[in-house]
């Protein structure tokens, strides 16, 4: 089963030193956030193959907070700048689309609208928001990552502060 976990990075602060958006780094609370919701969603994954991040940086320090709660090498991390400079949702379903088929488990990081209109595209069952931090895991049947995005997955979880918190 093919497992896609759609995370959209952390709480940022609301400006970087030199005014960009890029350069918005994780706020304390946004640290403490996705190292809650990351330090739970270890607890149901066995591994991790892939993760793809934007190279924002708030979307980096997410990325790597969750690395390391599943144990999965932060050196690894393969940037993107699609992932921040999306095309929408068809631009994110061509990066799975050419996901090696040997990867099994991947996290992508990036920022909403994109996230949360994916997730809504490959989950139909999920019709939630997607608050700072927030996970959404969809399973697959099929074997290629191609095929999956042409079909319609199943949620495996939906974690945020809020629900976790319950």
Not at 41 to 46: C, H, N, Q, W, Y
Not at 102 to 123: K, Q, R, S
């Amino acid at each position: 089963m093919k497992k896609l976990y759609i995370i959209r990075h952390s709480k940022a602060v609301e400006y970087a030193p030199d005014h960009t958006d890029f350069n918005r780094c994780l706020a304390d609370y946004g640290i403490e956030k996705a190292t809650l919701i990351a330090k739970h969603l270890a607890t149901d994954i066995e591994a991790v193959d892939l993760i793809l991040s934007s190279p924002a940086c708030r979307a980096i320090e997410t990325a790597r907070i969750f690395a390391r709660a599943v144990k999965y090498a932060e050196s690894d991390i393969t940037t993107m700048e699609p992932l921040y400079h999306f095309g929408g949702i068809e631009m994110a379903l061509e990066i799975i689309s050419r996901v090696g088929d040997d990867v099994e488990t991947m996290m992508l990081f990036g920022h909403n609208p994109t996230f949360n209109a994916l997730a809504w595209n490959l989950c139909p069952e999920f019709r939630d928001g997607m608050p700072t931090s927030a996970v959404v895991g969809v399973g697959f049947k099929q074997k290629t990552w191609a095929a999956a995005i042409e079909k319609k997955g199943k949620l495996l979880t939906y974690l945020t502060k809020r629900n976790i918190n319950k």
